[in-house]
Nanobody, 121 residues
Framework: QVQLVESGGGLVQTGGSLRLSCVGSGLTLSRYTMGWFRQAPGKEREFVAG????????SYAEFVKGRFTISRDNAKKTVYLQMNGLKPEDTAVYYC??????????????WGQGTQVTVSS
């Protein structure tokens, strides 16, 4: 049974930081491209960041470049999203995702349950 479990969300003030974690089980995490997506109320789910199998290549949505960093530790079966300089518009449920294609945006095989990030103004 494949599971992706996110944690690390919470309430933070504008300009603050959070680190999200996604722990995988029931899969060999090193075989998967991993990524983070987010969804705010009333809006579509959108891509935030992606990372390849080894962690050697990353990609980011334009609105988080320079503020967020995605990383992974395959030995710990964990993917991270370091979020700095948070803004109220970053408020959303953040979802971890795993895919077998080179681009996480091409196909998602598994989703996590999401973790809430709220940024106060």
């Amino acid at each position: 049974q494949v599971q992706l479990v996110e944690s690390g969300g919470g309430l933070v003030q504008t300009g603050g930081s959070l680190r999200l974690s996604c722990v995988g089980s029931g899969l060999t995490l090193s075989r998967y491209t991993m990524g983070w997506f987010r969804q705010a109320p009333g809006k579509e789910r959108e891509f935030v960041a992606g990372i390849d199998w080894s962690g050697g290549s990353t990609s980011y949505a334009e609105f988080v470049k320079g503020r967020f960093t995605i990383s992974r530790d395959n030995a710990k079966k964990t993917v991270y999203l370091q979020m700095n300089g948070l803004k109220p518009e970053d408020t959303a449920v953040y979802y971890c995702a795993a895919g077998l294609l080179a681009s996480i945006q091409a196909k998602i095989n598994y989703w996590g349950q999401g973790t809430q990030v709220t940024v106060s103004s």
